[in-house]
């Protein structure tokens, strides 16, 4: 290898820590001033963390989550799309532990009051996600339909991928939920006071949040429906956000628009943090209660570490969202 | 600079760069004289400043003051692509030196009515 050449391919080699979509708005120029550098100071340990530490930024700045490298509305839309994958996963997470206690309840009342203040704060935060999350779509769906209506391109894929994840989520969820006889033995659950299908329907369409996946001789004895459905509700849940995240980035959004779905977003993170309180009301004080219905698990502790994190990225992806629309409204 | 652009309104202080106002102050104080690539601008921050921007922390720095509108990139012919100072850029640099000559000034008053002149 020649000395000429030895900066240049150190320099390629070095751009390739950057992310695909900022290699092709910098990447030429970068290359070439990474070279200029390499030939002025060989070696550099500084230079190498500098440039493993920005192109981590880079790549975070593409999820919305850091700077503002993008332009305010592509930053809004990168951090509303990362904000919208982090509910999701929390949702999963959350719904899991929250239809264990509803589940549980449905055959007998917690014997601590701790389980009942926990089960209660995070049936109010499930409620108010799912609202908010409705609430959020709404704006995003009436966009998409007249968009669909006039013909709008790169939508057809999207909205097919949303709907087939939905719809295969939906008939699951439904078909795993009433086939089980874990729920509705409760008195009251005639009344409705105890949200029986709705607790079925959650941990159904959650199997796959499960501790089994770490006992494979228990999971043998699962029936093959109920394990194909553990592997396909993922899937399901992966395609329903991914078509939400691509429509999201590719529906033309007022920046009204956006700044309400940042308002939405900054309660979501309340209620998220409401959930994770109830949570850790019920891990650390709930016990194990009447027949062990009511015992948290190592998945549980799990489920709710997950959810503490996702909960930092919301709240990291909310921050810079609502820079963005500061910026915008400046604009 | 020979196409000096007109008076705006600054978009918001550079303070709220974080930790990239200090680049972000030198490349705009670079690009205050013309506009120049990365690697010329790496040299004019070296001679004023005494501090070499690493490339990485240069980049970072470029990318958020063009999205903020306060650069732009200038068509270029070969693979290094320059970049210029915008209006509203001239103007968030003037305020916010304003306000870090304001600073100065004051600590350099007061160390010489405590510590006496240099």
């Known amino acids: ?331 | 600079m020979s196409h000096m652009p007109k008076q705006a309104k600054p978009v918001e202080p550079l303070a709220s760069f974080g930790r990239y106002a200090g680049p972000a102050t030198l490349i705009l104080s670079s690009l205050a004289e013309g506009a120049k690539h990365g690697y010329a601008l790496t040299k004019d921050i070296e001679s004023f400043a005494g501090v070499r921007l690493a490339p990485g922390t240069l980049y970072e720095a470029l990318a958020r003051l063009e999205a903020q509108g306060l650069i732009e990139a200038l068509e270029s012919n070969d693979r290094r692509r320059p970049y210029r100072l915008t209006a509203v850029g001239a103007s968030t640099l003037r305020a916010h030196l304003d306000t870090q000559r304001r600073v100065a000034d004051l600590g350099l008053r007061r160390l010489a009515g405590n510590f006496g002149a240099a």
């Open chain 1, 1 to 331: 290898m020649s000395t000429s050449s030895c900066p240049a391919k150190r320099a390629e080699r070095l751009v390739r820590l950057y992310p695909k979509a900022w290699r092709a708005r910098y990447g030429e120029e970068f290359f070439e001033l990474l070279a200029a550098d390499i030939a002025d100071r060989p070696r550099s340990w500084r230079r190498t963390a500098d440039l493993l530490r920005g192109g981590l930024v880079a790549r975070c700045s593409l999820f919305g989550l850091c700077g503002c490298a993008l332009s305010p509305l592509e930053q809004v839309r990168a951090s509303l799309v990362t904000l919208g994958c982090s509910t999701a996963v929390f949702l999963l997470f959350g719904a899991a532990m929250w239809s264990q206690l509803t589940i549980g309840w449905q055959w007998s009342r917690p014997d601590t009051a701790a389980t009942v203040v926990a089960t209660v704060v995070m049936s109010v935060a499930m409620f108010a996600l799912v609202i908010l999350a409705v609430l959020a779509a709404a704006p995003v769906l009436w966009s998409l339909v007249s968009r669909l209506f006039r013909g709008g391109d790169r939508l057809g894929a999207p909205t097919a991928m949303f709907l087939l994840g939905a719809v295969v989520l939906f008939v699951g969820g439904r078909h795993f939920g009433n086939g089980w006889p874990g729920t509705g033995g409760h008195p009251w659950s005639y009344r409705g006071l105890v949200p029986g299908g709705l607790a079925a329907f959650s941990w159904a369409s959650t199997l796959s949040v499960s501790s089994y996946w770490a006992h494979p001789a228990a999971l043998a004895r699962f029936p093959a429906a109920e394990l194909t459905w553990m592997a396909l509700s993922p899937l399901s849940i992966v395609c329903v956000a991914l078509g939400a995240n691509r429509i999201v980035r590719r529906v033309r959004l007022s920046t009204a628009v956006l700044r309400y779905e940042v308002r939405l977003a900054r309660v979501a993170c309340l209620a998220m943090l409401v959930f994770l309180a109830g949570a850790a009301v019920w891990l650390l004080y709930g016990g194990p209660g009447p027949r062990n219905l009511f015992h948290a698990g190592a998945i549980d502790v799990a489920g709710a570490a997950v959810a503490g994190l996702i909960l930092i990225v919301a709240e990291r992806a909310t921050q810079v969202a609502r820079r963005g629309v500061f910026a915008l409204a400046v604009r």
